[in-house]
């Protein structure tokens, strides 16, 4: 593997691993969430929204994760570099989603 590669691969699953190290942490229910604060239906019905927005990026990542196994295996470079950037455009929209989701909580 080309040595830029191995090191834009190397932030990835660093930046993987900090996302994952987060879920721990983070909020998995909405029970409570309405007896708690006083939460309109349109304020959980996106908060429902950016938690719906994380899983499917989710899916992408595990997608888009298979694929460069499969292009590193095959040696395909050309097409890795742009498995890669997808990935970290994906790990980029997930990152926002998840600030976004811990300044409306707060909000709420």
């Known amino acids: 593997m080309e040595p830029d590669i191995s ?30 604060v006083n939460v309109h239906e349109e304020e959980l019905e996106k908060l429902m929204d950016h938690d719906f927005t994380m899983i499917t990026l989710a899916e992408e990542i595990e997608t888009k994760g298979k694929e460069l196994l499969e292009l590193t295996m095959r040696g395909d470079y050309d097409s890795i570099s742009k498995v890669i950037e997808e990935l970290q455009e994906t790990l980029s929209r997930i990152e926002e989603i998840i600030s976004s989701r811990e300044a409306f909580l707060k909000w709420m």
């Open 7 to 36: 090191r834009v691969i190397n932030k990835l699953i660093f930046r993987l691993n900090h996302l994952y190290g987060e879920l721990p942490e983070a909020p998995t229910d909405y029970a409570g969430l309405s007896n708690a």
